[in-house]
């Protein structure tokens, strides 16, 4: 029988339940094309067949006939428009082609109709879920799980809302919920795996990604991540292998290839490092965060010229000037504010070396003189970070904002200056202050080179970190405190100071505790003159990464290569903070790194008694160590040459008894500095606020 003739034969008759049940029974088999021609003869037959057009709109869509299906399914609705379920039908396609205001209208008609209908509360919350609407979506898709628990999409869609929120372990359970109606599914374990690496789990993190990358081979985030949570781990070879198992299956990802470069730096690898970094730019020129990694990279790396690190800064602030989507050149701040509102925007406000460059100066400043906003840029938090919250006004996370949205958060506050707390490290924001959200913009204290932003109008420093000779190496203009630019606030659990070693072993113990990418082959070489010049002593090098075989066995090879005797040599691996800390003990000096000393290390060696021996040079990274003794009281343990840093260290523990009454006293010493002295450090810090707030029409940019 002809289609025509079918359609005939149609019109001699109503259709009937039994023919609702033909057309219900085709599309349970799947049958689609069978039940595009069925309901079709039916709607021509019987154009007010409202069962008819459903049908044909359900196969169409499964047809990926979208525009058609709509109109099917528009037409049944106008004969049945009390069909919760055809408008629930209607809103989904609605909604999975983009039209979200008529998914919304068709959904919310849908519960009208039926308030008890699951897959309309599902399917509107995740619509609402989409639209960043989260608290509306909350409620709605907790009312769906509430009427049918095992509703696909929904446990995923609120478990994205409560990561959002930085409920990463309420987050992490939505998500295996989804994962049991959809067993296997890559990119639910993926997700479950990424939220567990959020809550610093890291152990269960690797056991996840390894399992997803055995069941999907092919699953390029699975490597991608894999790797991520190996190098935080500190299994770097681990991690450089996933890399390029994720590069081998995308190689045009710019992220994959900008984490790379990552754990490529982290290896002391800088050349390869940046090579990855300008691949990952080349792919994709807005990539900020990759840039952001390339000038950072080529401040660890001894070869690069401070020119040649400023000209890098300056092309990011250039790519970033360009794409800024608004600039602000009016402000609702006050003019003449009884207080200032100061901004913090950072990825580091928890346990974290920034923290302990700022806790004690947010405690100290003087609230009738300056209002605090923190503008946190990640989610993750700890005890640490509620320490600092406390210590704050406000407290207004960014995390999840595009930089625009952030930016314009900041401006309705009214923020008089804000603080770029992160520069070109991790979870930096540089972007947002490229729209200047504040009059008065400036970067303190956890970087130690210029952004190349042109809006970021100062930096902080003292006159030993970045002489004034040194000042051209900056975009920004410097802003001198009189003392030092960084105040270090004191572990609290720190285990009592003990005598040098020296004095029991009879012979004298050098270390360091830094990151092994600092280790470059002149610190190695001069390390190997200090342990020559000194008879019978040892080289004791602590870091997480020495965990690692691999990174220990190139360690030691690049250690003999530049000529330390490795039976003098001890290597120790990663530690809790207060077994880190009382591993000082077991050192008489420290032995700094260049050209990037020492920072939180070089302070927490001082307040377990323990001096650390550094070298000067050319950037504000390889003073830094200079301007921690000095600020601590110790100018004498700052050296100009590398032939002076082997003659200090030969006169220092030539001297035990000296050793040891300096060692005895120099908590309290480094507790009565500038170093640690908080409330001294955050008046200079509001008189500098003051001072550039009254220069803001007068900052020049070079």
């Given amino acids: 029988m002809s289609s025509s003739e079918f359609v005939t034969a149609l019109q001699g008759r109503g259709p009937t339940a039994a023919d609702d049940q033909a057309l219900i029974a085709l599309f349970s088999a799947g049958n689609m094309q069978a039940l595009l021609e069925q309901a079709g003869a039916w709607v021509m037959a019987h154009p007010g067949y409202a069962f008819g057009w459903k049908a044909q709109g359900l196969a169409l869509l499964n047809l990926q006939r979208p525009d058609e299906a709509a109109q099917a399914l528009r037409r049944a609705l106008d004969l049945q428009p009390d069909d919760a379920e055809g ?99 890559p990119a639910l374990i993926n997700q479950i795996g990424r939220l567990i690496l959020r809550q610093r789990r890291l152990g269960d993190a690797v056991a996840v990604f390894r399992y997803l990358v055995e069941l999907a081979p092919d699953f ?52 390869e490092a940046q090579s990855a970094y300008r691949r990952a730019l080349a792919l994709n020129p807005r990539f900020y965060d990759a840039h952001s990694n390339l000038v950072g990279a080529m401040n660890e790396c001894e070869n690069v010229t401070p020119q040649m690190r400023l000209n890098e800064a300056l092309r990011y602030g250039e790519n970033l000037a360009r794409n800024v989507a608004h600039r602000y050149s009016e402000w609702i701040c006050p003019e003449q504010p009884v207080r200032l509102r100061v901004g913090l925007v950072s990825g580091d406000l928890r346990t ?18 300056v209002e605090v906003f923190a503008y946190p840029s990640t989610l993750e938090a700890d005890a640490m970070t509620a320490e600092i919250r406390a210590a704050c006004d406000h407290w207004t996370p960014i995390a999840g ?18 603080i770029d707390m992160s520069g070109h490290t991790a979870d930096n924001r540089l972007p947002v202050f490229a729209s200047r959200p504040a009059p008065v913009q400036l970067s303190w204290p956890g970087y130690f080179a210029t952004t190349g932003v042109a809006e970021i109008d100062w930096f902080l420093a003292d006159a030993i970190s970045v002489p004034p000779q040194q000042a051209g190496q900056f975009v920004e203009r410097i802003h001198y405190l009189p003392d030092t630019r960084l105040c270090f606030t004191p572990p609290p659990q720190a285990p009592d100071v003990v005598p040098p070693p020296l004095l029991q072993r009879g012979r004298p113990t050098f270390g360091c505790f830094q990151n092994l990418s600092k280790l470059n082959d002149a610190v ?70 260049f050209p990037y000393t020492g920072g939180t290390t070089t302070c927490e060696a001082l307040w377990m008694g323990v001096p650390t021996l550094t070298v000067v040079g ?12 000095s600020a601590a009281g110790l100018p004498e343990w700052v050296c100009e040459t590398a032939d002076d840093y082997v003659a200090k260290a030969v006169e220092v523990v030539s001297d035990p008894g000296h050793l040891a009454e300096l060692r005895a006293g120099l908590r309290a010493r480094v507790s009565a500095s500038a170093l640690c002295d908080a409330p001294r450090f955050a008046r200079q810090l509001e008189a500098a606020l003051w001072s550039m707030w009254s220069q803001r029409d007068a900052v020049g940019k070079r």
């Avoid at 769906?144 to 478990?159: E, I, M």
């Avoid at 930089?403 to 923020?415: N, Y």
């Fill in 220 to 271: 390029v985030e699975g490597h991608n991540n894999l790797g991520v949570v190996l190098q935080q781990a500190g299994h770097l070879t681990g991690a450089e292998e996933a890399f390029r198992n994720a590069l081998s299956l995308r190689a045009d990802s710019a992220e994959i290839y900008s984490n790379l470069g990552n754990v490529l730096q982290r290896q002391g690898r800088f050349i």
């Fill in 618 to 629: 050319d950037s504000l990274i390889a003073r830094q160590g200079a301007s921690l003794m």
């Fill in 87 to 185: 408008w629930a039908n209607l809103g989904i396609l609605l909604q999975e082609s983009g039209k979200l205001p008529e998914a919304e209208d068709a959904l919310r008609r849908a519960l009208a109709v039926d308030s008890q209908l699951a897959a309309a509360h599902g399917a509107l919350g995740v619509l609402l879920s989409r639209e960043g609407r989260d608290d509306e979506a909350e409620a709605v898709l907790r009312q769906a799980l509430s009427l049918q628990p095992q509703l696909p999409r929904v446990n995923g869609a609120l478990g994205e809302i409560l990561a959002r929120r930085g409920q990463f372990a309420d987050a992490e359970q939505s998500f295996k919920q989804e994962l049991a109606l959809e067993p296997g599914n």
């Fill in 401 to 418: 904002l595009s930089d625009q949205a952030a930016a314009d958060r900041i401006h309705a506050d009214g923020v008089h200056v804000l």
């Fill in 524 to 593: 190695l070489s001069l390390w190997a003159r200090v342990l020559v010049a000194v008879p019978q002593s040892r080289l004791r090098v602590q870091s997480r990464q020495l965990d690692e075989p691999e990174s220990r066995q190139r360690l030691m090879q690049r250690m003999q290569a530049c000529g330390l005797d490795l039976a003098n040599v001890d290597l120790y691996g990663g530690l809790s903070r207060e077994d880190y800390l009382a591993a000082y003990a077991e050192v008489d000096v420290v032995l700094d790194t």
């Fill in 352 to 369: 974290h070396p920034v923290a302990y460059f700022t806790l004690g100066v947010l405690r100290a400043l003087d609230r009738s003189r």
